[in-house]
């Protein structure tokens, strides 16, 4: 059997990974540079595509076209997300049934923009192995429903991988452990990434790998702590400076990577401060652990629910948890910890990187698939219950929750009207008791039934859900014994033609060749000096003397001439040169507003009093 | 084939669950998909549908109340799920506390409604929703012992009284999970999502 690889297709970073065939363990693949996480950012430009580390860079220059945490977006509709789309600097469309993305006159789906980062992926274990990759484990949340499953196997579809399964992350995070670190017993999985949440609960018995709940929240993450520190950071902003940055895009996105910046620093530190420079001030802050924990104390307390709901499911109590894993970069936050450590009273686990733990899985998986471990399985289930819609509105449900899976169920259907051929359904996913308030998988339509009284016919439908979590359906007319014909209509996703089209087009998206990409990385770098440069001067005139004004001057006049060349290397030299002329520059201002803070805390203190 | 013979069960309700656990992991080992990718795709779909045919067999088989429910549907040639298998009704002997209960559910809304909540009125409630949650794993019990067991141990003619016993049980019991679910929620004690859960 060909190589298969792991990967997880993050919110935030995505990264690949593969089982070591002598030590049997599961490694990360790194890129040429050594970085092991692939951000999920995608840019667009009239130059081509950016993913990654370059495209990041994009973010605050180029925010229109600068594509991040599609993940949010995955099989998902239109009023699923217009909630949050104001606090996203890009266009957001709506499509039929799933969203698109509007990149100038170009329209893009969000399938395509994950195939754009899992090409990368690809691309990177090609380089590492120097061998073609086709097939390949996918991890997604456990809570996601089937759409986005849907969704993330199109997305490989259309980077040129087949994705032989969709895996659970929380799951894929026990298999990781399970290589090493777990024994037997029962394992709670608390999984926090960028913008998913998860909880599996696990029983692990003589290598078989057992979840016996599941639950989470699609919608909840770092993501959404970064954007209560940014809400607090305008407020702030509107108070001490009488700016609103509210609908400036640019500052939006510098508020939120310094946001974010300042979240990761006080994991480890109980204090903190943002320096960001706007074209009329610069706002300074300090910002302390016990400030950031009220902003997110409510986000992180809402995690608790899921977890006490998959422990009823499952027939347990805290006390019955033997191991807590903690899984993805949020919960490194020191709250999140806490919480976690107090609902299940004991200690979590961490031993293993919070980033790289589900691609390890992955690619255990991978291997599983392979036929390379034999000793170890994985019993998923799916998180949500399965029904159709009946008479009133009222959801049956043929599929339980947290019912491990593959699994099937029959139901029997009939005409209500004379010489009726053709029968619907509609097939929902949720634990609602109303199909309004359940997410529309699809409707289906029985066609082709033989024309008889009222009642006579009888259709058998068999409700499959693969080990993927990806439901399949089938119906035979018991009577005649025919397979009846079904035309399914996907409420959320792309149509068996548009991934074709897609999978040809990829190949207009696909990156810029290396030459190309190095380039226009320089230009970009150079774009965002010059910008950085000019905004200064006009701030900090004042602070240096004619002879560095005209140094600056010179170094600027060379760099925008070396940006209008072919030239990489020129470009690189003339934007070190520039940084190295500004570095006083920098110094006196970073000085200077330094002391305005101090000044600002001092007239607050004496006001105080 | 059924869901008792998936196991190589006799069609009984004494069912060993750590056996059944053990029996469930070996049959997982030798039909579960993971096991079969690189096999011809027709025998990749003959091992999904066993495997599918397995994990619906342990679902319905791991609990013991679960199981009488599959039982039932079993022995009534009710295969599929269509219709429930019971209508929950309330219990003849609970009929007047049954009003009472009514009758303090519809002030608890009442007040939930206005602006304060009666203390009186909720505790009431709460007591009567203890009595209930009694009730109910009584009826459990009883459907888990004597009730299984006059099934397990009747001679064939009894089995149409046990399977009638069987179905006035758990049409008991869903009838009191549903009052019980709806004194919670007036209570405000249950969580979002767990009701409809119960209700399954």
């Known amino acids: 059997m060909s190589r298969i690889v792991g990967i997880d297709l993050g919110t935030t970073n995505s990264l690949i990974a593969y089982v070591d065939e002598k030590s049997g363990l599961p490694r990360v693949i790194p890129d040429r540079d050594g970085n092991v996480l692939l951000p999920s950012v995608v840019s667009f430009s009239g130059d081509g595509v950016l993913v990654g580390a370059a495209a990041r860079r994009q973010l605050v220059r180029r925010p229109a076209a600068t594509v991040y945490s599609v993940k ?10 217009k909630e949050e789309l104001r606090y996203l600097p890009f ?3 709506p499509g039929e049934g799933i969203v698109k993305i509007a990149i100038g006159s170009r329209e893009i789906t969000p399938p395509e923009v994950s195939a754009i980062v899992l090409r990368s992926l690809k691309e990177r274990a090609e380089a590492h192995f120097g061998e073609p990759i086709a097939k390949a484990v996918v991890t997604v949340p456990a809570y996601f429903n089937d759409g986005q499953r849907q969704a993330t196997k199109d997305a490989g579809r259309i980077a040129g991988l087949d994705v032989v399964r969709i895996l659970n992350e929380p799951t894929a995070a026990s298999l990781a452990y399970g290589l090493q670190r777990i024994h037997e017993g029962v394992v709670a999985v608390y999984d926090l990434g960028g913008g998913t949440f998860d909880i599996s609960i696990l029983r692990v018995k003589e290598g078989v790998f057992e979840v016996l709940a599941t639950n989470g929240n699609t919608h909840l993450g770092g993501d959404d702590f970064d954007r209560a520190i940014v809400l607090w950071l305008l407020d702030d902003i509107r108070t001490r400076h009488g700016a609103d940055l509210g609908s400036d895009p640019e500052a939006l996105q510098e508020l939120r990577l310094a946001a974010e910046a300042a979240k990761i620093r006080l994991s480890a530190d109980d204090r903190t401060t943002l320096t960001i420079p706007f074209d009329a001030f610069t706002y300074h802050r300090e910002i302390t652990r016990a400030e950031l924990d009220g902003l997110i104390e409510q986000l992180v307390d809402s995690t608790l629910l899921p977890c006490r709901m998959a422990l009823a499911d499952a027939g347990l109590a805290p006390a019955d948890i033997d191991e807590v894993v903690l899984v993805g970069g949020s919960t490194r936050v020191p709250l999140v910890r806490r919480r976690v450590h107090e609902l299940f009273g004991k200690a979590p686990h961490s031993q293993l990187n919070p980033d790289e733990v589900v691609a390890l899985g992955a690619a255990v998986q991978a291997r599983i698939l392979a036929g390379g471990i034999t000793n170890m399985l994985l019993l998923d289930v799916t998180p949500l219950s399965l029904g159709i819609e009946t008479l009133g509105g009222i959801v049956s449900v043929l599929i339980p929750r ?5 699994t099937h169920a029959r139901e029997m259907f009939t005409t209500s009207v004379d010489g009726q051929r053709v029968v619907d359904m509609h097939v929902v996913q949720g634990e609602r008791e109303l199909a309004k308030d359940c997410r529309s998988l699809a409707r289906f339509e029985l066609s082709g039934v033989d024309p008889m009284p009222a009642g006579m016919p009888k259709i058998e439908v068999v409700f499959l859900i693969d080990a993927n979590g ?27 033609a548009d ?6 087009e990829s190949f207009t998206y696909a990156e810029a060749d290396v030459e190309a990409r190095l380039l226009i990385e320089a230009r970009n770098e150079a774009d965002i000096v010059i910008t950085h440069v000019e905004r200064a001067l006009r701030q900090g005139e004042a602070l240096v003397g004619d002879d560095e004004r005209q140094t600056i001057g010179a170094a600027l006049e060379a760099l925008r001439r070396a940006r209008a060349t072919e030239d990489r290397e020129l470009i690189r030299e003339a934007t070190t040169a520039m940084n190295r002329a500004t570095e006083h520059l920098a110094e006196v201002m970073m000085d200077a507003a330094l002391k305005a803070a101090l000044a600002s805390r001092r007239a607050d203190r004496v006001l105080e009093k | 084939m059924d869901h008792f013979e998936v196991f190589g069960l006799p069609r009984r309700l004494a069912i060993d669950g750590a056996e059944l656990q053990r029996k469930f992991y070996e ?24 495997s599918a045919r397995l994990n619906a067999a342990y679902r319905a088989l791991r609990d013991p109340i679960a199981r009488i429910e599959y039982l039932v549907r079993l022995e009534e040639g009710r295969e599929t799920k269509e219709g429930a298998a019971v209508k929950p009704k309330a219990p003849p002997e609970l009929l007047e506390e049954m009003f009472e209960i009514q009758e303090s559910l519809q002030e608890a809304k009442a007040s939930n409604r206005s602006s304060g909540r009666d203390p009186g009125a909720r505790a009431t409630l709460a ?29 064939p003619a009894e089995r149409g ?21 709806d004194i919670d929620q007036a209570l405000g004690e249950a969580e979002e999502g767990h009701v409809s859960h119960r209700r399954h």
């Open chain 1, 91 to 93: 266009k957001v469309l």
């Open chain 1, 402 to 406: 947290n019912t491990t899976i593959p």
């Open chain 2, 161 to 181: 009284r046990a399977i009638a016993g069987f179905k006035d049980a758990l049409a008991v019991r869903a009838y009191l999970r549903t009052v019980i679910d």
């Open chain 1, 499 to 504: 991934v074709e089209r897609m999978v040809e």
């Open chain 1, 72 to 81: 949010r977006l995955m099989g998902r509709g239109y009023d699923d997300v």
């Open chain 2, 127 to 155: 007591g009567q929703r203890d009595r209930l949650v009694a009730r109910y794993r009584d009826e459990e019990a009883r459907l888990r012992g004597p009730l299984s067991a006059a099934w397990d141990d009747g001679v």
């Open chain 1, 470 to 496: 990806i439901l399949q359906v089938t119906a035979t007319e018991l009577r005649t014994g025919k397979a009846a014909a079904i035309e399914v209509r996907p409420a959320y996703g792309l149509s068996e």
């Open chain 2, 27 to 50: 049959l997982s080992r030798r039909y579960h998909p993971d096991f079969h990718q690189a096999a011809p795709p027709e025998q990749q779909a003959q091992a999904l549908e066993a």
